[in-house]
């Protein structure tokens, strides 16, 4: 029985139908017209980055019509657990950028303007979601191939502006350590200070603007993009092999554009790394300043992107790349706000301060949000002791303001090693619940 992802509700389901529809239509429009690549290019891709960064991770996750594609390959699984070799486990983060940086350099001497190659591309791209489901166990796809999986990664860790539940497969079948989609903040603290999440992700703000800058490193003028004339250009050889750079134009511009691309990401990558030795100069802590240095990555890769996606058919619009001017920004610092702030011991103290909400021992109603969970039971203390309460109740909210104290204590034990958990969920959650009650936790939990 192939595994099926959790929490999708009928709303979902129907949003995601939609979204394959629409992707399976797109292919049909690439045979009859040659608007496919401007709507695409310029009015859908661009939706997707600040798409992922509001409606969140997992609800992503699950409308992603890729996504659902590939997990029909999951039906001619039938169970096999098969999973990735070891070093893509490592690097997958390295291994989705170059994926990305490959089909970059395709847009740029193939898919941007010809309609049959992007109708082409995404067949690919769908059939390689396939066949990867079909051949490896769990969300192989999503986990360690998909180059969107990169970028909502990029944009969505450790969490997006919306909180969201979860995505993962029920049963889990194990395919990724530390898996996004069971617990998406519990993945990324676990990984932080992950080489190959450091050397993609600090590229990353470099091969968005290498992409972008080619347009005028091979004409000489920033209108060959903003004017949107490369929607309408059918492959040949001359897009190819063609002039390169408008000053060395002996270059065939597919080793042209590669070689810009890779230039700016490596420049990015040493830019970052610099900018994170600034950062530990600063706060004196190698995991902290890994977090602000990709939060940093983050914010300047989203923003760069939006200084130029969807800005050929923006244009057209009366105050159309004002708009952008001011939202993107604007969603970039909130997203940015949300993550500077966030420490591993605030989510450890989250987590268990939202399991204690599951089964709030006291009579007055608990705090809504589970950050107030600390600063409320101190607060009962002090009222109950006025009050007069009896010394186990008083007794009782001390156990419960430890328990707390000691779960913050625990965020250490993101560093260590840790086991995908593969109880049913009720089990699992009731397990935890006792967990909280004794206050002790079982070895290799997994912070939830
Ligand atoms: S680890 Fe489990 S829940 Fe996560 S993607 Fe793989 S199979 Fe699904």
Redesign the pocket.
């Known amino acids: 029985m192939p ?1 099926i992802v959790k929490g999708l509700t009928p709303a979902l389901r129907q949003t995601r139908n939609v979204l394959v529809a629409g992707y399976l239509g797109f292919v049909g429009l690439g045979l009859v017209s040659d608007t496919q690549p401007r709507i695409f290019w310029t009015m859908l891709l661009p939706l997707l980055p600040v798409g992922v960064v509001l409606m969140g991770f997992h609800v992503w996750r699950n409308i992603c019509p890729l996504a659902f594609l590939g997990q029909l390959g999951r039906r001619l699984n039938r169970g096999r657990q098969r999973r990735v070799p070891p070093w893509l486990e490592s690097y997958f983060f390295p291994a989705t950028f170059g994926i990305l940086l490959v089909l970059l350099v395709l847009r740029l001497v193939a898919t941007n303007g010809d309609r049959l190659w992007l109708s082409g591309l995404l067949v690919a791209l769908a059939l390689a979601a396939f066949v990867t489901n079909a051949i490896f ?3 192989t796809w ?2 360690f191939v998909c180059p969107v999986g990169f970028v909502e990664r990029v944009y969505a860790e450790p969490r997006s502006l919306r909180s969201t539940g979860n995505s ?2 029920d049963p ?5 350590r530390h ?1 996004p ?2 617990d998406q903040e519990n993945a990324y603290w676990k990984d932080v200070t992950g080489s190959g999440r450091r050397l993609a992700i600090y590229a990353f703000p470099g091969l968005v603007l290498a992409f972008y800058t080619y347009y005028w490193l091979r004409h000489g003028d920033w209108e060959a993009y903003f004017d949107g004339r490369w929607t309408r250009r059918p492959v040949d050889a001359a897009l190819v092999v063609g002039e390169g750079f408008f000053f060395a134009p002996q270059v065939p511009a597919v080793l042209a554009a590669t070689l810009t691309l890779v230039a700016f990401s490596v420049a990015s990558y040493g830019l970052f790394r610099l900018l994170e030795v600034g950062i530990r100069g600063v706060v004196g802590n190698g995991e902290r300043s890994r977090h602000l240095g990709l939060a940093l990555a983050a914010f300047t890769a989203f923003n760069l992107f939006y200084v130029f996606a969807g800005a050929p058919s923006l244009r057209q619009l009366p105050g159309g790349t004002r708009a952008a001017a001011f939202v993107a920004p604007l969603v970039g610092t909130l997203f940015l706000r949300r993550r500077w702030q966030r420490t591993p011991e605030h989510f450890i103290g989250e987590r268990g301060a939202t399991r204690l909400l599951r089964s709030w021992p006291f009579e007055e109603p608990p705090p809504r949000d589970p950050s107030e969970v600390y600063g409320w039971i101190r607060a009962s203390r002090h009222a109950r002791e006025k009050d007069h309460h009896s010394e186990p109740d008083l007794e009782r909210t001390d156990v419960l303001h430890e328990m707390l104290v000691v779960r913050l204590k625990r965020g250490k034990r993101l560093e260590e090693g840790t086991r ?1 958990d593969h109880r049913p969920h009720p089990e699992r959650d009731e397990a935890d619940t006792a967990d909280d009650r004794d206050g002790a936790g079982h070895p290799g939990s997994q912070g939830r």
Not at 172 to 176: D, E, G, L, R, S
């Open positions: 595994p166990t769990g969300k999503c986990n993962q497969c889990c079948t194990a395919c990724k898996c989609d069971i995908v």
